[in-house]
């Protein structure tokens, strides 16, 4: 089962296994995955957001709402977690201070 380390607020962060081929977000809605940030999990509303520190090359490659939510934030790491199937470990942060998305709902990143 892959590890998944969350990286919070303050220096702390959330670790823990999850089955694979999970999704962050589903499991987060089911409360198995404490602590991750998100909305519509539809890849539309960028909540959940978040930058890939370690485990990005064994993601699925970006899809079109990905790249039209996101645009050149891809190439910085960032990724949206309803849009992700884990089946490796991974470690990732949402603190404010590494992803300035900042998007509000049904606008993408280059629209702001």
């Known amino acids: 089962m892959p590890n998944v380390k969350l990286h919070l607020e303050d220096n702390k962060f959330h670790e823990q296994e999850v089955p694979t081929n999970s999704n962050l977000v589903v499991l987060a809605g089911i409360k198995q995955l404490p602590h991750l940030k998100y909305g519509c999990g539809m890849g539309k509303c960028t ?20 790249r039209k939510m996101l645009g050149d934030k891809l190439d ?11 089946s490796e470990d991974i470690e990732l942060t949402q603190e404010k201070s590494v992803v300035k998305i900042g998007i509000q709902y049904s606008k993408s990143v280059n629209d702001i």
Do not use: F, V
């Not at 930058?51 to 490659?61: H, R």
């Not at 910085?76 to 884990?86: A, F, K, P, S, V």
């Open 76 to 86: 910085q790491g960032i990724r949206l977690t309803c849009q992700l199937t884990i």
């Open 47 to 66: 909540r959940c957001a978040s930058k890939i520190l370690k485990g990005g090359e064994a993601l699925n490659e970006p899809n079109w709402k990905e």
